[in-house]
């Protein structure tokens, strides 16, 4: 049942003993990786999985006391490397396994971040589309504002040169200044 329970697991599984070699590599880790389960379990090391000096990383946050408490490492986003050679970001909750006191091997569950970071990546896409509409909108509003404050006094001296073009003559200097105007 635990076997069961940990292959259909939703989320990728590993585990591997201190040497790297991998124990448990369930469905879900399968399709996140591209590597198949007799692949992962027959011809990988843990550190393969990992691009360079990260599995080195996971392992002294492990040892550490920051990232959840000794030999735990909760929500730690890392990459993984994918069989195609694809950089695959991923959180990882992982611990060490004691036995007697001893250090004997690691398990890490990890949930592919892909679709998530690709939903976040547009979703500030689309903020930014939004706070751009949002500036337009407001120089809209300024422009409008300005004209009509530009429109109300020009409103005003047009109506008076029409009404001062009644009472001067056509031929007057005045008549074509204000024809002008």
């Keep these: 049942f635990l076997k069961n329970l940990i292959l259909s697991s939703v989320d990728g599984v590993m585990a591997a003993d201190l040497k790297g070699k991998i124990l448990i590599f369930n469905d879900a880790a399968s399709e996140i990786t591209g590597y198949s389960s007799e692949e992962a379990l027959n011809q990988l090391n843990i550190r393969d999985i990992y691009p360079p000096k990260v599995a080195y990383a996971v392992m002294q946050k492990l040892r550490g006391d920051n990232c959840g408490g000794r030999g735990k490492l909760q ?14 970001p991923i959180s990882l909750n992982a611990a060490i396994v004691y036995e007697n ?14 679709k998530t970071l690709q939903i976040q990546k547009e979703l500030e896409q689309t903020q930014m589309q939004l706070l751009q509409a949002e500036k337009m909108a407001s120089l809209g509003k300024l422009a409008a504002g300005v004209a009509h404050q530009i429109n109300n006094p020009l409103t005003t001296i047009l109506v008076d040169t029409e009404l001062m073009l009644l009472d001067e003559a056509e031929d007057s200097r005045n008549f074509r200044s204000l024809q002008a105007i």
């Excluded at 730690?76 to 195609?84: F, I, M, S």
Aim: charged content about 30%.
């Design 75 to 88: 929500s730690y986003q890392v990459d993984v490397r994918g069989k195609d050679g694809q950089i695959i």
């Design 101 to 114: 006191g001893d250090e004997v091997a690691t398990v890490g569950f990890f949930h592919d971040l892909r």
